[in-house]
């Protein structure tokens, strides 16, 4: 398969050496339509590209991506409309995502792959499993969307015109709130995490994709039917190992262990004193229980 970058230059500079730490810069390979930024390290087994969620980039993942780096090959890509990938005028539905994700993995070369998803990019992996089972190895879904209709009243209220505009506004101030809703722990994210946050959410097209995406799952009331319905009546078809794993206190996307257990197989773990980011407020909980989850 085509890629901007020879197999030799990948295997040398993207994925480097398995040390005392691991490097994580910005390649960029065009994935359909879309210029997406990904990062890229380790050698070993099944790549696994975990995808982010809603407002979210591949920054987000890093507490996961240096520990699993060292005993697998790991990717991570920014989603279409996030973090420093192209934020083109496009539907942004599941399905496109789905397709993005395909696209992206051709690209470079990956023909099977083990996805770790976090709440959007959940609901853009369920939809990837329904669409391409062929192409996927194993299953981690993290506060999966698209499973119920609950989600956050604050997220809610932003799908109102104007109100979104005013609330998602990019402020550093705005990005630690939103952290603080996010987590069980007031001090569970570090101004680092929270600084790299607020630099991609000022981006150029940052805000317009986040409110798209927001108004096309969700509204006043929950989330939509018609982007709960095509995954929920779809569930029994993934037959690819799958774990899911919620925060009790996840205040963004709640539980909905009933709807995860129509997976056929889906080992599901709900963790107390968590909420939507378990692996930066129980990050070696989380890394031990997803390694344990790939040597099987």
């Known amino acids: 398969m085509p ?4 197999t030799a230059e990948m295997n040398q500079e993207q994925y480097g050496s398995i040390g005392d730490s ?18 890229a390290a380790g050698a070993h087994g099944t790549p696994i590209l975990f995808i982010h969620g809603l407002g979210a980039s591949v920054q987000i993942w890093r507490p996961a991506l240096e520990v699993i780096g060292r005993k697998h090959r790991v990717l991570a890509v920014d989603l279409p409309g996030f973090g420093r990938s192209d934020k083109p005028d496009a ?3 599941l399905e496109y995502m789905a ?20 709440s959007f990019g959940g609901a853009v992996a369920l939809r990837f499993a329904l669409d391409f089972p062929e192409r996927l190895e194993r299953l981690v879904l993290v506060a999966p969307a698209a499973l119920s209709h609950r989600a956050s009243p604050l997220l809610l209220l932003m799908t109102l015109p104007g109100v979104g ?20 722990k007031r001090h569970s994210v570090s101004d680092a995490i929270i600084d790299e946050s607020y630099e991609l959410a000022k981006l150029p097209g ?45 205040r963004i996307v709640p539980e909905a262990s009933m709807a995860a257990a129509s997976i056929p197989g889906a080992h599901i773990e709900v963790w107390d004193e968590c909420g939507h980011i378990p692996w930066i407020e129980h990050t070696d909980r989380f890394n031990i229980m997803l390694l344990n989850f790939l040597s099987k």
Request: charged share 15%; with cysteine; proline share 5%.
């Open 91 to 93: 539907p942004y539905t």
């Open 165 to 184: 505009e005013l609330l998602s506004f990019p402020n550093r101030a705005g990005t630690a709130m939103l952290f603080r809703h996010a987590t069980y």
């Open 206 to 250: 940052a805000q317009r994709c986040f409110l798209i995406i927001l108004r096309a799952t969700g509204h006043l009331l929950g989330q939509r039917q018609g982007f709960l319905g095509p995954i929920l009546s779809r569930l029994s078809e993934i037959a690819a190992p799958t774990l899911v794993l919620w925060g009790r206190q996840d």
């Open 99 to 118: 397709n993005f994700i395909r696209d992206f993995l051709d690209m470079i070369g990956v023909p099977r792959v083990t996805l770790v998803a976090h």
């Open 3 to 6: 890629t901007t970058e020879s």
């Open 22 to 39: 691991l490097r994580f810069v910005d390649h960029y390979v065009q994935a359909g339509t879309v210029k997406a930024r990904y990062w």
